[in-house]
């Protein structure tokens, strides 16, 4: 079993940056892989971003350039800057692992375990 604790969300301006943490235990951390959801009201869980163990990133092509996702392994934390926030970007963010190989990590499906979430508000 893998705990994910996220923290760093909250109001903020449109411009505005966060940086998201994803706080995990449980496993080896360096052997997982990790993602970025997010879930705004009345929409769809979509992939935001990934990093694989051997520090492989993937993002979501809406990010352009705005996100960074990152991973302290002795920290054991994975991390998603958040710069130029819009008002879209508004969501409930979660973080997500799995210790799978060989997986796409863009889809829900590909991840084993998952935070809570974080709730990101972003006002024009």
């Known amino acids: 079993q893998v705990q994910l604790v996220e923290s760093g969300g909250g109001l903020v301006q449109a411009g505005d940056s966060l940086r998201l943490s994803c706080a995990a235990s449980g496993r080896t951390f360096s052997s997982l892989s990790l993602g970025w959801f997010r879930q705004a009201p009345g929409k769809e869980r979509e992939f935001v971003a990934a990093i694989r163990w051997n520090g492989i990133r993937y993002y979501a092509e809406f990010v352009t350039g705005r996100f960074t996702i990152s991973r302290d392994n002795a920290k054991n934390t994975v991390y998603l800057q958040v710069n130029s926030l819009k008002p879209e970007d508004t969501a409930v963010y979660y973080c997500?692992?799995?210790?799978?190989?060989?997986?796409?990590?863009?889809?829900?499906?590909?991840?084993?375990?998952w935070g809570q979430g974080t709730q990101v508000i972003v006002s024009s």
């Open positions: 997500a692992a799995t210790d799978r190989g060989g997986i796409y990590l863009r889809g829900p499906n590909d991840y084993d375990y």
